[in-house]
């Protein structure tokens, strides 16, 4: 069974850091791309950044480039999101979600459960 | 970049209800069009892609058309587990932006 499963929220003061990490299993993780997607508190998704398989190619939301990036460890089937330079509005749930597809940029047929991220002083 | 605007935000229905949710992009985008569930306190699942391909076990009664710019989300006759919101995505090439939302109540 395909899995994803986020860890690595926490409550950060602004402009601190974090890094969040995403397990998979019951696929071969370096087939496809991923992303991260976010949901702040009441409000509606938000495509974070996607990473191909390889980790050769990466695309971040405008709200979000040069604060976070994105990398995977193929070897240890495992997605990251460093978030540096936090700010309040960066406070969501983040998910990550795996590709339909293997070569392109697709929709996402995997999600996790989610880990939640406040920043706040 | 591409936007992507749904409407309504919301609706209210009654059970049994033919419901239609559409979703337009600010340039055309073929057909790379997700459309996802997310249930009040759940996370979203993928419902339909190519803007018209259902996903394996989704219930019939769900069903995507439009290309280009303009796109619909239909429930043939709604029921009381639909009760969710529903986003549309653009793909195929990033940015992957989703649109805001459209909330399915009850009536």
């Known amino acids: 069974e395909v899995h994803l499963v986020e860890s690595g929220g926490d409550l950060v003061q602004p402009g601190g850091s974090l890094r969040l990490s995403c397990a998979a299993s019951g696929f071969t993780f370096s087939d496809f791309p991923m992303d991260w997607v976010r949901q702040a508190p009441g409000k509606g998704l938000e495509w974070v950044s996607v990473?191909?398989?390889?980790?050769?190619?990466?695309s971040y939301a405008d709200s979000v480039k040069g604060r976070f990036t994105i990398s995977r460890d193929n070897s240890r089937n495992t997605l990251y999101l460093q978030m540096d330079s936090l700010r309040v509005e960066d406070t969501a749930i983040y998910y990550c979600?795996?590709?339909?597809?293997?070569?392109?940029?697709?929709?996402?047929?995997?999600w996790g459960q989610g880990t939640m991220v406040t920043v706040s002083s | 970049d591409i936007q992507m605007t749904q409407s309504p935000s919301s609706l209210s229905a009654s059970v049994g209800d033919r419901v239609t949710i559409t979703c337009r992009a600010s340039?055309?985008?073929?057909?790379?069009l997700a459309w996802y569930q997310q249930k009040p306190g759940k996370v979203p699942e993928l419902l339909i892609y190519a803007a018209f391909t259902l996903r394996s076990g989704v219930p019939s009664r769900f069903s995507g058309s439009g290309s280009g710019t303009d796109f619909t989300l239909t429930i043939s006759s709604l029921q009381p587990e639909d009760v969710a919101t529903y986003y549309c995505?653009?793909?195929?090439?990033?940015?992957?932006?989703f649109g805001g939302g459209t909330k399915v109540e009850i009536k």
């Open positions: 990473i191909s398989g390889s980790g050769e190619r990466t």
């Open positions: 995505q653009k793909y195929g090439s990033a940015p992957l932006p």
């Open positions: 979600a795996k590709d339909i597809q293997r070569a392109t940029f697709d929709a996402f047929d995997v």
């Open positions: 340039q055309a985008i073929s057909n790379y």
